[in-house]
């Protein structure tokens, strides 16, 4: 089994702040890239943040300066710091991973389940 599980969504009211954690459990061997997406109701799911192995980042135009991506390895958890939030940030966020479950094996995408998060007075 390998197991990505969002945490931190929730509402908040505009220009406040959320962080998002999503922590990766079960056998693998490697972690690539790990990225946030998110998905509004009648929209399409875009990639909000994302972030390589060695630490390189990007992100949306619309979030740069706002959110702050980061990862700690030694805990297999990716983050998204979201501040100065705004009302079309809300939108139900996916955590996505490439992982090596076992040497000789490709990468492939994981996602999780999605938490909501919502910004409105």
């Known amino acids: 089994q390998v197991q990505l599980v969002e945490s931190g969504g929730g509402l908040v009211q505009p220009g406040g702040s959320l962080r998002l954690s999503c922590a990766v459990s079960?056998?693998?061997?490697?972690?690539?890239?790990m990225g946030w997406y998110r998905q509004a109701p009648g929209k399409e799911r875009e990639l909000v943040a994302a972030?390589?192995?060695?630490?390189?980042?990007n992100y949306k135009d619309s979030v740069k300066g706002r959110f702050t991506i980061s990862r700690d390895d030694a805990k297999n958890t990716v983050y998204l710091q979201m501040n100065s939030l705004k009302p079309e940030d809300t939108a139900v966020y996916y955590c996505?991973?490439?992982?090596?479950?076992?040497?000789?094996?490709?990468?492939?995408?994981?996602w999780g389940q999605g938490t909501q998060v919502t910004v409105s007075s």
């Open positions: 996505n991973a490439e992982i090596r479950r076992m040497r000789g094996l490709p990468y492939r995408d994981y």
């Open positions: 079960g056998r693998i061997f490697s972690i690539n890239a």
């Open positions: 972030i390589t192995s060695t630490g390189s980042t």
